[in-house]
Nanobody
């Protein structure tokens, strides 16, 4: 299973950016998906996750109301729409896929990871 994240870049504070993560080599509809991020000098942290069907979503408090995750099972792709970006959102963003139920917020519960895409928010 391969995950390819894209869409990162440089954006001014208050702006928007959309990330995509294309999944290949597996059965995408059976995976719950998540986005995590890691800022320089900090540990990786949970951002958001979505259930296999796409009906349930979960957000970290820091991004609630500003970020939106969506899953398109027909395109084998998960999206992350980021609005009202802040300097503290600057990080490498990773998408991840999981096959089994468990804690959506725990990176250790995910089976497959993408390579990461850098998001830089200038203040």
């Amino acid at each position: 299973v391969q995950l390819q994240a894209s869409g990162g870049g440089l954006v001014q504070a208050g702006g928007s950016l959309s990330l995509s993560c294309a999944v290949s080599g597996g059965t995408f509809s059976t995976y719950a998906m998540g986005w995590f991020r890691q800022a320089p000098g900090k540990e990786r942290e949970f951002v958001t996750a979505i259930s296999r069907t796409g009906f349930s979503t979960y957000y970290a408090e820091a991004v609630e109301g500003r970020f939106t995750i969506a899953k398109d099972n027909a395109k084998n792709t998960v999206y992350l729409q980021m609005n009202s970006l802040k300097a503290e959102d600057t990080a490498v963003y990773y998408c991840a896929a999981r096959r089994r139920a468990g804690s959506y917020r725990s990176g250790g519960e995910y089976d497959y990871w993408g390579q990461g895409t850098l998001v830089t928010v200038s203040s």
